[in-house]
């Protein structure tokens, strides 16, 4: 599954509340080492996940992590901030290994989960998502971005987003390949 690996310790984080709240018009422009992606964010479906995602890439939270996990038709993933100071070719070597401790970061707190309210929470092709550990409220920046259709995920993922430019560019990520910004377009 789309899973953070985590420790117990995760558990005990803290849920944050996004500061920022959505206006429902948010852009996510996520430039790659491969391309530009542009999400249209779900403000009104996903408030707390989308107002984290603003909260963190205005931080630049995410600019220069690696993508961590690709599973060919299923997804890509990032976000993990124990990719930063890797150079791609580790995040490679790293990541084919159980031991590599990819996957494993966040920003020091879980945000509730919402895909049980989003009345629009579906894995379309292209559709953008957050990773978490076993427990429901345990998302942090770890996000997904989906190859294909994947509705087997609904009832256990959040989805906040989707793909409006740039899927071409989503099917040429792999392991490695670098998040170089994210910027949000349209927000307050």
Avoid: W
């Avoid at 948010?26 to 479906?45: F, M, P, W, Y």
């Avoid at 992590?65 to 890509?76: D, P, T």
């Avoid at 290994?97 to 292209?126: A, Q, R, V």
């Amino acid at each position: 599954m789309l899973r953070e690996r985590t420790t117990d310790r995760r558990s005990a984080l803290a849920l944050h509340t996004p500061s920022y709240e959505p206006n429902g018009k948010e852009v996510a422009v996520i430039t790659t080492s491969k391309g530009v992606i542009r999400v249209q964010l779900a403000g009104n479906d996903a408030p707390i996940h989308v107002g984290n995602f603003v909260e963190l890439a205005r931080k630049g939270f995410y600019d220069g992590l690696k993508f961590h996990r690709y599973v060919a038709n299923f997804v890509i993933q990032g976000g993990d901030p124990n990719t930063r100071g890797l150079s791609s070719e580790e995040v490679v070597r790293k990541a084919s290994s159980p031991f590599g401790g990819l996957g494993t970061g966040g920003p020091g707190y879980s945000i509730k989960e919402e895909y049980t309210t989003n009345p629009n929470n579906s894995h379309e092709d292209g559709a953008l998502a957050m990773a978490r550990s076993a427990q429901p409220d345990s998302a942090g920046s770890q996000f997904y971005l989906c190859l294909g259709a994947q509705h087997f995920l609904d009832p256990n993922y959040t989805v906040f987003g989707q793909t409006i430019e740039g899927k071409d560019v989503i099917g040429q990520l792999r392991v490695g390949d670098v998040i170089e910004s994210v910027v949000i377009e349209n927000a307050d």
